[in-house]
């Protein structure tokens, strides 16, 4: 990770060294926390943070789950998020906004730890790699499954249940993949890592519900848009394991893996490098976070460059 100038710590700008917390920080002892993951795209219209909104407003669900209040709105988060990119100077990055529960408090019952507020942007390349992005990545179905809804909130994007897609990715790292593939507790698959999960057979398209433990993702919704637009069938339901193997084109969406093609699940291949579907659906998604698309500019918001006085 490359630093940047600034970090945006519950309502001020402070050098990047200088945002720190106490090690007693709630947080890092139960994962008490929430947190997104946001793109900004050096876009036609300038720098634009690709649904923004959309991320705050999830940022804000994730902390009600979990009994936290976050001091600004979503709106607020959105402006200030602006005003870092300009600050930091930089037009095509990752944001990571996260709200925890800080210092002070210590055991179990947490809502008289205060909640603190964090935003970082920094440049964040393909997180799957270029080369996964253009041919696809090579999967490993995880011996973890997906957490249940009896006993986190998958829907939530909380700190503490990334333990969850740790132990999943260090799995197929270990033997040697790019990703996994949770199922859920039914067997059923849910989702990657950190990635939502897409299968073709015979030019329709399939997800997993959200009555699935999966997260309801961003991207998910935009592809799934997207390729409605474009004439496309999607449809979400419930997906058996097999259903992997027989399908012409499988693939993940994620802010940070954005449309990422898989080559192959268990050694079975999938398809010889990016699918047909997952090629164009990979293009008018990149058009889109570009500003290449009039029809999707709603999605954007422009960051303006100027920068503001120096705090
Ligand atoms: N499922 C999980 C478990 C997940 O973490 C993500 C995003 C998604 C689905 C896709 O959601 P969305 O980004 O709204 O389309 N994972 C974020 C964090 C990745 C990380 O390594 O950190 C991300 O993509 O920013």
Not at 120 to 142: H, N
Not at 150 to 178: M, R, W
Not at 238 to 260: K, N, Q, S, Y
Request: hydrophobic share 40%; proline share 4%.
């Amino acid at each position: 990770m490359e630093p940047r100038e600034f970090i945006w710590q519950n309502g001020e700008f402070v050098s990047w060294d200088d945002a720190r917390v106490h090690v007693l920080t709630h947080a890092l002892h139960y994962g008490t926390g929430v947190f997104e993951g946001i793109r900004c795209y050096n876009s036609e219209l300038g720098p634009a943070i690709f649904r923004g909104l959309d991320h705050f407003k999830r940022l804000h669900r994730s902390a009600e789950l979990y009994h936290m209040q976050i001091d600004q709105s979503a709106e607020e988060l959105l402006a200030i998020t602006k005003e870092l990119i300009a600050r930091n100077s930089l037009s095509s990055c990752y944001i990571r906004p996260v709200s925890f529960r800080g210092y002070g408090e210590i055991g179990l019952f947490p809502l008289k730890a205060e909640v603190e507020t964090v935003i970082a942007a920094w440049e964040w390349g393909a997180y799957l790699g270029e080369e996964g992005k253009a041919k696809g990545i090579r999967t490993k179905i995880s011996k973890w499954r997906r957490m249940s809804a009896d006993s986190f909130i998958p829907q939530a994007k909380a700190n503490g249940q990334y333990l969850n897609s740790v132990l999943a990715k260090v799995e197929s790292h270990e033997a040697g993949y790019d990703e996994a593939i949770l199922l859920d507790e039914h067997g059923n698959v849910c989702e990657g890592s950190g990635e939502n999960i897409f299968l073709v057979r015979d030019g329709r398209l399939s997800t997993p519900p959200l009555s699935a433990p999966i997260l309801e993702g961003i991207t998910r919704d935009t592809v799934i848009t997207i390729a409605r637009d474009n004439g496309l069938d999607v449809i979400e339901r419930d997906i058996a394991r097999d259903e992997l193997f027989e399908a012409d084109e499988v693939f993940f969406t994620g802010t940070a893996a954005e449309l990422c093609p898989v080559r192959e699940i268990d050694d079975h291949v999938v398809s010889e490098g990016r699918g047909e579907i997952a090629g164009l659906l990979q293009s008018k998604y990149d058009d889109a976070v570009h500003g290449r698309l009039p029809e999707y500019h709603g999605w954007l918001d422009v960051v303006s460059t100027e920068k503001p006085a120096q705090v």
